[in-house]
């Protein structure tokens, strides 16, 4: 750092030299200590599975004729060859569904997290970098959002504007963004009175580009984990209303939605409840498999 | 931190273990419905307490009531407990007929005008409230007109016009002209009889039910269950409560209260999951209660919006859609389909003229109608899980004729401003009520647009035939207006009838003397022990 | 320290202004009349009328919050739209059922996930350790509305050992306890550990054992006290987890809690009482975080000296 500092020749170059290095190694180094661990692999390895399954799904079945259509005569049919994982109670093969719900559940979870984290990370980099009376006023705001329970807070929402995808999207984007606006604003705070940001403020950079270049580069860390533990919070919110009946309407598929609608069934077609459940389950393991990974590779303390 | 084996070895035997959980309680289930010993439940049963106990009956139900008060709310579950705690002037019978109750005698007196409009009504002596007092007919004029200040049940207070006393036990009711809905809104649980006292008092009636009902209010413990106990002064010794203590247990899902009544939690569930039919009529220990109801059904369109002002529109809809589906889908089988207009079971009900399932006759209809059938379009709104399913087979059906429809789900409030205000192009709607007059005057009465008569109908003629039932109180001429009422909307094809449901009930058969009228009543206190 | 306490007392108020406001005006957006969700399909639009004047809906939102808040203020929540009782009246019918369920839920998942996180620390890097990891993880994974399911259909329906609704007696709660338990288990275990490492690894322990102290009697008398407040303070965090899942649980079990009747409310459009239900919850939720802070005060030197 000293170097830098005192290098008056081109000391922006040679700053950018330095960061994109530190990044690169940081990086590497991250990836290095992911990799050993393998139970993180393994969450990887999953959720790739998932997304690939759910990208391919379209391919696999055609929606309108295997995940929406009822088959009546074919209604409530137990685990087969036919249907590995039986039928529901409007004959519809419980698999395809299953695997369209991971779309479902992928696109809703990821796209949430994507806004909420934009939206957060906004306000937590204003609110760290300017401090004062703005932090004030911003973190307030969010202390309130924090006061209430995160899936209480989505329902409440979902339930003033109506049950609709889009809704439970607005939802959930708005219960996730305290959180990030925390932690950026955290990592802001930290990074804001580092050396290399004093010097590049010295030589005249703007706000802007300080916070381009250095700020968002070192608050990557904590966002990628909180950003992969969000993605299961989400689902599994998403999983939760749905099943309350407040979140994905039918007839597009859902995993909580369907547990809800095989509840009834639960008694004779127990078979109904097993499948989507475990579909929740081994999604929302394999992130958190994967999250707790990333924190360790992140954070090697806490190992 | 793990060893990639042993993670995947425990991984696999976990889930081994969930799915041999649930493989286990799956077999077990079908060896034992299939052989129909002893279920797992009752063999298991520990809390066999309730169920031996003659004492008490232990009821379950999926909604709570709103309240306890008689005229505070229009809750079908706050009318069966209200039946326990009140009675009314008349009440209805198992065929939905008002019979005298409280009342002893009436007669009928001719106005000025010759209009069959005063009512001469005289009480049964010597009857009993829950807190001692003896019924005049003081309180009688009391309950009705503090059941006018209600707004939740203004459709069943306007009848009442004016009351009279005559002496302690006679006294006159003056409807506007001759009324045939007088006898049915007297029977209807917010025209139950309190005490003038304690109404003048401003008693707390959701509190403290004070009714002359078979059964006194002891506690309610909110969300859990209701408790009520004999009232030992009953007036009518033919219907006087036979069973000590009832519990009124409130169980929301379906399932559980299946399963409460195999294990002998509870002695009678009032709505039967239909799911779960078959094996409870499999069951000896568990007798099963089906009657059609007199709920109709239905998928509306807004006759206001194009093309369904088209009558051939209309008709073609109507025989397109496959009935008997529907029922297997959204009711598990539990129903019957629509064969007219109007209820089955009620007075003036006709199947003529109209257009059952008949994929060519829709066809034939679309033809003649001329034009483009994927030009329409038909958003069928659904409020809960039961429309939605019938919502799904309609749109498949509608399909075949050329029609696309879309479904959309919405919560009951928002489905009821935006169906009163016709924003809309269709939906899956019903209509309870218990005699044809109040049925037709709500769903099809011009002067109803924008409340409850959503198909937007204004039919002169048909208004005419409403009014004039409304106003004959001889039932055989009654019946022939309301046949001629029946017949003209048949023709019309205004909405789509599909399925009046069964109400199912179910309960130990170790109990007597239940049954279930098409409208949902029960009479807790005709039941017995065996 | 009393200054501190104070402060945080008065830092509530705000918030719970804040909360009510911003919950009144989302659950006023909604769409959907809730006079006609009260009388139903078959009212006449003079009934609707009447009932709308009677609950004051006629007025600007404003005055509606005005006048709301002040009520609050004199502890009334309002009357529901439904039934027609005191909201607050009909929350404290429900908040013993809520909180005997997270009190178990919580007592289940303290006393089984402090043991697994101390054995997992005490037993570092053996498949003991990854075993009781991986239960805890699978905890955090799992919905509480399945694993409730499961339970349900596993140990009432197929065993029968236990009621499948309601709140009739202590039997009713264990269900739905573990279930609840289940998910702040994974998380209480796994914070226990971390900090019992860290703890392990400091000198004064190192120093003991190198006395000859028994391993045992290190990890019970000197390294517990420490890890524990960690512990407890993921603990008390989790009772916002707990609020939010209880919703789910007991919609699955039937019992008669805040949670459902919230739900039911929803359903209802009945306003008055999904605000008292939100502000009851956001309430327990403050004053737990606040005791919790408490506590750490109390034991966290740092934050001591900064009010004495």
């Known amino acids: 750092m000293d170097g830098i500092i005192h290098n008056n020749k081109k000391p922006t170059d040679a700053l950018k030299i330095k960061q994109k290095y530190k990044k690169q190694s940081q990086l590497k180094e991250i990836w290095f200590r992911l990799k050993k661990n393998k139970t993180s692999v393994l969450g990887l390895i999953i959720i790739l599975i998932i997304i690939s399954l759910a990208i391919a799904s379209g391919f696999i079945y055609d929606y309108d004729e295997d995940v929406i259509n009822q088959n009546i005569s074919e209604r409530l049919q137990s685990p087969s060859l036919d249907h590995p994982f039986g039928t529901d109670e409007l004959g519809r093969d419980i698999l395809a569904r299953i695997i369209y719900g991971s779309r479902t559940s992928l696109s809703i979870g990821f796209t949430t997290v994507v806004i909420s984290l934009i939206s957060g990370g906004i306000l937590g980099a204003i609110s760290g970098f300017y401090g004062g009376r703005i932090d004030n006023v911003i973190m307030r705001i969010m202390d309130i959002f924090l006061a209430i329970p995160g899936t209480l807070f989505a329902i409440t929402i979902v339930a003033a504007l109506g049950t609709s995808t889009i809704n439970l999207m607005i939802a959930l984007s708005i219960s996730g963004v305290p959180r990030f606006a925390r932690i950026v604003r955290s990592s802001v705070m930290t990074v804001k009175d580092v050396e290399f940001v004093e010097a590049a403020r010295a030589i005249g950079a703007n706000n802007l580009r300080i916070i381009i270049q250095h700020v968002i580069p070192n608050s990557l860390a904590p966002v990628i984990v909180q950003t992969t533990l969000q993605v299961a919070t989400i689902i599994l919110t998403i999983a939760g209303l749905s099943f309350l009946g407040l979140g994905v309407s039918a007839p597009q598929p859902e995993w909580g939605a369907m547990l809800s609608s095989a509840r009834a069934y639960m008694r004779e077609y127990s078979y109904m409840t097993l499948f989507p459940g475990l579909a929740i389950m081994i999604t929302i393991l394999a992130l958190n498999l994967l999250g707790d990974g990333l924190r360790d590779a992140l954070d090697p303390r806490l190992k | 931190m793990f060893k990639t084996k042993r993670s995947l070895l425990i991984m696999l035997v976990i889930l081994a273990m969930v799915l041999s959980v649930v493989g286990c309680s799956n077999s077990n289930n079908a060896q034992s419905s299939s052989s129909g010993e002893t279920t797992p439940g009752t063999s298991d049963n520990h809390i066999a307490g309730p169920a031996i106990d003659k004492d008490t009956v232990v009821i379950a139900t999926a909604d709570e009531t709103p309240s306890l008060s008689a005229a505070g709310h229009n809750a079908v579950a706050g009318d069966y407990v209200n039946k326990l705690t009140y009675n009314g002037l008349f009440r209805l019978n198992k065929d939905i007929n008002p019979v005298p109750d409280l009342v002893k005698e009436y007669t009928v007196e001719e106005d000025e005008n010759g209009e069959k409009s005063i009512w001469v009504m005289t009480l049964h002596e010597g009857v009993k409230f829950h807190d001692g007092s003896t019924l005049t007919s003081d309180d009688i004029i009391a309950s009705l007109a503090d059941a006018k200040t209600h707004p939740e049940v203004l459709t069943y207070t306007t009848s009442v016009v004016k009351t009279e006393k005559v002496d302690d036990l006679t006294f006159k009711i003056y409807t506007d002209g001759a009324s045939s809905s007088l006898l049915y809104d007297l029977s209807h649980h917010s025209n139950s009889i309190r005490p003038k006292a304690l109404i003048d008092a401003d008693n707390d009636f959701n509190a403290n039910p004070i009714g002359t009902g078979p059964y006194k209010f002891v506690e309610w413990t909110r969300g859990e269950q209701i408790k009520f106990t004999a009232h030992e002064e009953y007036f009518d010794s033919d219907r006087a409560p036979k069973i000590k203590n009832i519990v009124w247990k409130i169980i929301p899902e379906g399932s559980s209260r299946t399963i409460a009544l195999e294990s002998g939690e509870v002695d009678y569930v009032i709505e039967l999951d239909s799911t779960s039919l078959d094996s409870l009529k499999a069951n000896p220990d568990i007798s099963v209660l089906e009657v059609p109801s007199l709920s109709h059904n239905w998928l509306t369109v807004n006759n206001e919006k194009v093309p369904f002002d088209n009558l051939n529109v209309r008709k073609a809809v109507c025989s397109a859609i496959n009935r008997e589906d529907v029922i297997t889908v959204a009711l598990n089988g539990a129903g019957v389909a629509t064969e007219g207009q109007t209820p089955e079971g009620m007075l003036g009900f006709s199947s003529e003229d109209f257009d059952n399932y008949d994929v060519e006759a829709a066809k034939g209809y679309m033809d003649a109608w001329g034009g483009d059938p994927s030009t329409i379009e038909l958003d069928i709104i659904c409020s809960n899980d039961t429309k939605r399913r019938a919502g799904e087979v309609i749109q498949a059906n509608l399909k075949e004729i050329g029609i696309n429809a879309n479904l959309s789900t919405m919560d009951l409030a928002t489905y009821l401003s935006v169906t009163a205000e016709g924003n809309f192009t269709g939906f899956i709607g019903g209509y309870t009520s218990s005699n044809m007059v109040s049925f037709l005057q709500g769903v099809f009465l011009s002067s109803n647009i924008n409340a409850s008569n959503k198909t937007r109908t204004a039919n002169p003629e048909l208004d005419a035939l409403i009014n004039k039932a409304a106003k004959t109180v001889d039932q055989e001429e009654r019946r022939k207006v309301l046949e001629e009422a029946s017949i003209l909307l048949n023709k019309n094809a205004y909405q789509m009838p599909l399925y009046q449901n069964y109400m199912i009930s179910a309960h130990s058969s170790g109990l007597d003397n239940t049954f279930i009228s098409a409208n949902g009543d029960f009479a807790v206190q005709e039941w017995s022990w065996k | ?308």
């Open chain 3, 1 to 308: 320290m009393w200054k501190y306490i104070g402060k945080r007392i008065v830092y509530l108020i705000p918030v719970v202004i804040g909360v009510t406001f911003m919950v009144f005006l989302i659950m006023n957006m909604a769409p959907g009349d809730p006079v006609k969700s009260i009388l139903g399909e078959q009212a006449s639009p003079e009934a609707i009328e009447e009932l709308r004047e009677e609950l004051g809906l006629n007025d600007n939102i404003l005055i509606q919050y005005k006048n709301y808040f002040l009520g609050l203020i004199k502890g009334d929540m309002g009357i529901s739209y439904k039934s027609k009782v005191g909201v607050a009246e009909e929350i404290g019918a429900r908040l013993p059922t809520t909180a005997k369920l997270s009190v178990i839920a919580i007592a289940i998942a303290i006393s089984l996930s402090i043991p697994l996180g101390i054995i997992a620390a005490v037993k570092q890097n053996t498949w003991i350790d990854s075993l009781t990891m991986f239960v805890a993880l699978l905890g955090v994974s799992v919905p509480v509305f399945w694993l409730g399911l499961m339970l349900l259909l596993f140990f009432s329906l197929k065993l029968g050992w236990f009621p499948v609704s309601g709140a009739a007696n202590w039997k009713s709660f264990i269900l739905p306890g573990i279930a609840l338990g289940f998910l702040s288990m994974a998380s209480i275990a796994r914070v226990t550990r971390s900090s019992m490492l860290e703890v392990i690894r400091q000198d004064y322990i190192r120093t003991a054992r190198s006395k000859g102290v028994p391993y045992n009697t290190i990890i019970r008398k000197h390294a517990l006290k420490n890890a524990l407040i960690p512990t407890i303070t993921v603990a008390g965090l989790q009772i916002g987890t707990l609020l939010g899942g209880s919703v789910l649980t007991e919609t699955v079990f039937g019992l008669p809690g805040i949670g459902r009747l919230m739900i039911q409310s929803i359903q209802g459009r009945d306003l008055p009482m999904v605000l008292g239900c939100i502000i009851v919850f956001t309430v327990a939720f403050s004053i737990v975080n606040l005791i919790v802070d408490i506590i750490y005060a109390f034991v966290d030197p740092r934050i001591k000296s900064q009010y004495t």
